[in-house]
C-alpha cells in the first residue's frame, strides 16, 4: 500500500543536541500526525497537524505542517536519553480512512 | 489524550489453536478501530479497518477467514488469530478514532499491542 517517505532512517546524536526529521508525499493530506514506538509499546501520539503551514510545539517538540500538504518535519530540542525510540510520520486524509505511515526514524541519543 | 487498552499484552499458543485480542477504547467511544500487525523493525502494516455493527474491510492480501474481526460495541473490537501457525507470531496493534478530536479530520490512539508467539 501507500507509504511515506520519511528520513533519516536512523538517527545517532549526542545528548543536548538538536533533531529533525521529515516525511515526504507525492500526495496530499489533511492531517499529519508524529508518533513516537518505544520497544514493545504501541505508538504514542506526540503532535498532531491540521492545517497547512500550522507550526506545533509540544515540549521540547516542534512539528509543521508543509504548505503543500505534502510533507511535515518534526525537530526535538536538546533531546534526552528517553528521547531513544522509533519515531513514525503519518498522513490521514477526511473520513475513516486509515492512516498511511512513513517506515519511521530509529533515535539513538547517546548520553 | 484518549486511552486504548489491548489485552492480552502477551500470549504464547500451541500450534493450531485460536487467540482472541481485545482493543478497548477507555474514554471514547469508538466507531472506527483499526488493526495493525508490525514485524520487528518495520512500519506498521494495516489488516484491517473495523466499523461497529458491520462488517470489517481487511486490506489486500489479509484472510479474512484467518483473522476475525467483531466490533460488537463503540468501545470493544475482536481479534481473533484462528488455527494459529508460527509465521503469525508477529506484534499486533489496534487503534480507535476519536471522533470528537478537535479539527477536520478524527485522530488516532493506538493500544500498547499484544505479543504473539505460535509454538
Known amino acids: 500500500g501507500q507509504q511515506l517517505n520519511q528520513s533519516p532512517q536512523s538517527m545517532f546524536i549526542q545528548e543536548g543536541e538538536d533533531v529533525s526529521m521529515n516525511c515526504t508525499s507525492s500526495s496530499i493530506f489533511n492531517t499529519w500526525l508524529w508518533y513516537k514506538q518505544d520497544p514493545g509499546e504501541g505508538p504514542v501520539l506526540l503532535i498532531a497537524l491540521y492545517k497547512a503551514g500550522e507550526l506545533t510545539s509540544n515540549g521540547r517538540l516542534t512539528a509543521q505542517f508543509g504548505i503543500t500538504r505534502k510533507d511535515s518535519f518534526l525537530n526535538i530540542s536538546a533531546s534526552i536519553p528517553s528521547d531513544v525510540g522509533i519515531y513514525f510520520c503519518a498522513g490521514s486524509t477526511f473520513g475513516n480512512t486509515p492512516l498511511v505511515f512513513g517506515k519511521g526514524t530509529r533515535l539513538s541519543v547517546i548520553a | ?119
Open chain 2, 1 to 119: 489524550g484518549a486511552v486504548v487498552s489491548q489485552h492480552p499484552s502477551r500470549v504464547i499458543c500451541k500450534s493450531g489453536t485460536s487467540v482472541k485480542i481485545e482493543c478497548r477504547s477507555l474514554d471514547f467511544q469508538a466507531t472506527t478501530m483499526f488493526w495493525y500487525r508490525q514485524f520487528p523493525k518495520q512500519s506498521l502494516m494495516l489488516m484491517a479497518t473495523s466499523n461497529e455493527g458491520s462488517k470489517a474491510t481487511y486490506e489486500q492480501g489479509v484472510e479474512k477467514d484467518k483473522f476475525l474481526i467483531n466490533h460488537a460495541s463503540l468501545t470493544l473490537s475482536t481479534l481473533t488469530v484462528t488455527s494459529a501457525h508460527p509465521e503469525d507470531s508477529s506484534f499486533y496493534i489496534c487503534s480507535a478514532r476519536d471522533p470528537w478530536t478537535s479539527g477536520p479530520t478524527d485522530t488516532q490512539y493506538f493500544g500498547p499491542g499484544t505479543r504473539l508467539t505460535v509454538l
